[in-house]
């Protein structure tokens, strides 16, 4: 799923320019598991759990230069089964993982983690700003018999990101909420037991993903969401004139045809973008451009060949989603969300994982189809936004943003188009929407 390094040899001509591409496989991690190895286990749930591990670890590049990784296994002492760095090559740590034995004993997870924030990170130099993301995941399956909430704390204030893995009914999801990162939905997953931990095994792979890939939360939103705020990272905020928005207490921006947004990617998505996010964009697709073609959002390589777009086509009104592929030139899914194209706000909202794809348009559902698998973006090209295809385009953007967690989908209601919040209520007395319903 994150493998780049087949699309770079594929483009090995293009290698002489500075060539970057820039996914979760190869951000700079530090990454630690401490997994548990108490008796409550048993053997048969280990062996279980060094797979999934295994399999969650699969989509890394291991090298120096991109992610080293940690196994960390307790009991009543905490084990240094693989320290940091041991590793230069994805095929021989899962290998080595694979090799550790069963260690049995009581559930000390505090001393464990202050095992790991003291002796298995390098330590950090608070004066000088982390390169490497410090990444740690607990999956334990009982109850600690130690404090947790103390060592957690340290780790965090190390600047060590803590995932909490809960397997079972043994543990109390309080216990995982302490210890684990904020906010508790990004850091703390639980599963029923070892048998069906499969089953949360893309969710662990995209929150290690945007952990590396989505440092940034956006501002204002509830919980500080991770991702990419394109109305204020591609500046159009202060370049574009602004006007009425959706609803009258909502603000929004005049794309005229003669505004150039246009940013390097390096700038937006300094380390690419997530396998999975949400693309969310509040519009109001003016006359003529109602009958035109035109990227709504793209991300251009340095040679301006198109890597992923977001294109309106008026005369069509169709919606079409392509990226890069790693088989073929490119995949892309077409959608017919016809109402987007009558001149009114709408909110468009796209669900991209890595294989799939689905549409909602003012939070109606769309369409689902399936992508082929996409590659990395380089990020050393640009990022434009409203870019005609044809003539006069003009666009009335209010929102343009891109979640990185997929389950964003399910919250991003569309409470600021009207017709979704008063389905038959008249207008307010001037004509217009008069309340926000947040
Ligand atoms: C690991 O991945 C393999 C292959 O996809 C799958 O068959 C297996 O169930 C997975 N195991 C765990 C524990 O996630
Ligand atoms: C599809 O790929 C071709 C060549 O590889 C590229 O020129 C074109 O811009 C791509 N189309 C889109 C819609 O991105
Ligand atoms: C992809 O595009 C390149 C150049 O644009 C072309 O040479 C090649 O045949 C295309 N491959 C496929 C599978 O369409």
Known sequence: MFMLTETCTAHTDLLANIFVGLGCSTTPNDLVYIIDGSSSLGAADFETAKRWLINITSGFDVSLRHTQVAVVQYSDTPRLEIPLGRHQD??????????????????????????????????????????????????????????????????????????????GNEITNAELVSMATKPSSTYVLHVEDYTSI??????????????????????????????????????????????????????????????????????????????????????????????????????????RIKQVAVTLNGAEKS???????????????LFLPKRLFDTDWHQLKLLVKPKRITCYLDDTHVEEQLLEPVVSIYINGKTQVAKKVNIETTVVLQKLRLYCDPVQSQREGACEIYSVVRPKGPPGPDGKPVSKTH
């Open 319 to 333: 919606v079409t989603f392509t990226s890069t592929s790693k088989f073929i030139n490119n995949s892309s899914a």
């Open 90 to 167: 994805t095929q021989e740590l899962l290998r080595d993982i694979g090799y550790i034995s069963y260690l049995g004993g009581r559930t000390q997870t505090g001393r464990a983690i202050k095992f790991a924030s003291h002796h298995v990170f390098p330590s950090s130099n608070p004066t000088v700003k982390a390169t490497r993301n410090r990444i740690a995941v607990i999956l334990t399956d009982g109850r600690s018999q130690d404090d947790v909430v103390d060592p957690a704390m340290d780790a965090k204030a190390q600047g060590i990101a803590l995932f909490a893995v809960g397997v």
């Open 198 to 303: 499969g089953s949360i095994r893309e969710a662990m792979e995209q929150k290690l993903c945007e952990e590396s890939v989505c440092p940034v939360r956006i501002p204002g939103t509830v919980n500080g969401q991770k991702g990419f705020d394109l109305m204020s990272l591609m500046g159009i905020v202060e370049v574009a004139k602004k006007v009425q928005g959706s609803l009258v207490s909502e603000a929004a921006y005049l794309l005229s045809p003669h505004l150039d947004v246009t940013r390097s990617t390096r700038e937006i998505f300094p380390e690419g973008l997530p396998p999975s996010y949400v693309f969310v964009a509040t519009l109001r697709v003016k006359s003529p451009a109602h009958h035109m073609k035109f990227d709504l959002w793209r991300v251009l390589s340095q040679d």
